[in-house]
């Protein structure tokens, strides 16, 4: 019988030290709900051997491969900045970039287009909220042989159990960052409000613990203020303590720590139901701004924010918000689900002329700190410089829009001058202590599922934007929502999970 169990293992980290989770958030991370700030999550320090110019094709041309993505707006020095990636990688691996960056409000729709439309691209950024249904489109190749034959180096750099987590049907559709791969929740405040209103962190474990500092702050700071500032993503990590099976539908899943793994509609499950409550008095009261629902872009310098993240986080958050200091707490994990494990993955399409090619530029971002720099920070010497060769850096800027955790691992990616030193072993310290959750290794095929799963996400897709910043009274809404999910096809994929999850385990 298979059991799921603690694990200690070293696996790499969220969507945040760029624009906000999720991560994951969503931002690309928008199923699980987002409030984080522009630049949420980033990146550390580790090497290897990186490819030669003995890896360029053999005409001697330079490909040049379209990389979707997900990021902020684009600064002055954007195309300066990939030029000299460009110059960089061609006398590597003779191989060029050309980065194609959705932002935060428009991934969701941007990237769906690409794929549904068959828009040429060479590799593309996905998460779990997209994966399984984006390879049942036969949109990304399979790398399972490839991924081991072309690029060795990336392929013995993830752990195997990190490979695992991606696998759909048993066979390898993507690259996964290897970063925090398990799910560490945090709650950041700005130091200012915490002073000022004697806010006391330590004891704040629950929804219900933020009540009174949030109508602290809205009382002092006047009508205009909004102690929790939310875009249309909604609140980061709302639905952390189910496990979706990879679904990317929020509203079917599996309580992470039911022994008995049973599948449940999850919006009508008490807890869900007292936390979207609270939201909807939130939102009344004006705790969260009014435009929440329709807003797609985070204002800078937010009061408060929920985001996936690790150790030193905080470093990047103050620079990129501009806010003097952050504190930031742990209220969730950390721990491994499949869906953790798929929060990052950089797939490659299944019409791409170079599969070889992307995946060798993908083991050069993994294994190359020069590069995997570049990427998470800008320009050298504008936006960043090197204080201690490629282990730590200093931010000189903080409009550099791409999101290190959508890139490639911590693991050779610096430090952030003020973070700790030792900051990329702890989010494997993170990862080692990481509890699973129930239904870890598990990922629902979806291949006879098509239909009811596009349907329902439709569905959720109608409401989960006023009913995750507090806008929708759930009590009134969730038995509409429900009632139309199920006859979209809900019913039909519950049966359908609980059967694959029973047989998984069996």
Known sequence: MKQTKKKLMAVGAAALLTTALAGCGSNADSETGNNAPANANTPANTSANADTNANKPASGDIPTLVWWTIGGQMPANFDKAIAAMNEYTAEKIGVKIDIK???????????????????????????????????????????????????????????????DGTKIGGKIYSVPTYKDSSLTQYWVFDDKYVQKYGIDTANIKTLQDLDKPFHDMKAGEGKSFYPLPMTQGGFNGFFNSYDDMTLGLPPIGVKADDASRKVVSVLEQPDVMDGL??????????????DAPTKTEADKGPAFFAAQAFPGAETTWQINEGVAKYDMFQNFGPIYTTSTI????????????????????????NTDPKLRNMLAFGEPGVDYNN????????????????????????????VTKGAPVDQWDQVKK?????????????????????????????????????????????????????????????????????????????
């Open 101 to 163: 960056v959705a932002s935060w409000g428009d991934w969701d729709t941007k990237i769906n287009t690409v794929v549904n439309t068959g828009e040429p691209f060479d590799i593309m950024f996905t998460n779990n909220s997209k994966y399984s249904q984006q390879v049942n489109m036969g949109a990304f190749a399979d790398l399972t042989d490839l991924v081991q034959k072309e690029t060795p180096d990336l392929y013995n750099l993830i752990p195997q159990k990190v490979w």
């Open 277 to 290: 409550k609270l939201l909807h008095k939130w939102y009344q009261d004006g705790i969260v701004n009014p």
């Open 342 to 365: 798929q929060g990052s993955l950089n797939a490659i399409s299944a019409t791409s002329k170079y599969k070889s090619e992307a995946l060798k530029y993908l083991q050069l971002v």
């Open 387 to 414: 204080v201690d060769g490629e282990k730590v850096v200093e931010r000189t800027t903080d409009t550099w829009p791409l999101a290190a955790y959508t890139q490639g691992t911590f693991f050779d990616l610096a």
């Open 430 to 506: 993170l990862n080692e202590q990481a509890t699973s959750s129930s239904t870890l290794g598990f990922a629902l095929d979806i291949g006879k599922l098509g239909t009811e799963v596009a349907n329902t996400k439709a569905v959720w897709d109608k409401y989960k934007y006023e009913l995750l910043t507090g806008a929708s009274d759930p009590e009134k809404v969730i038995p509409k929502i429900v009632s139309e999910l199920k006859a979209a096809g809900m019913d039909t994929i519950t049966k359908a999970a609980q059967e694959q999850i029973d047989a998984y385990f069996k």
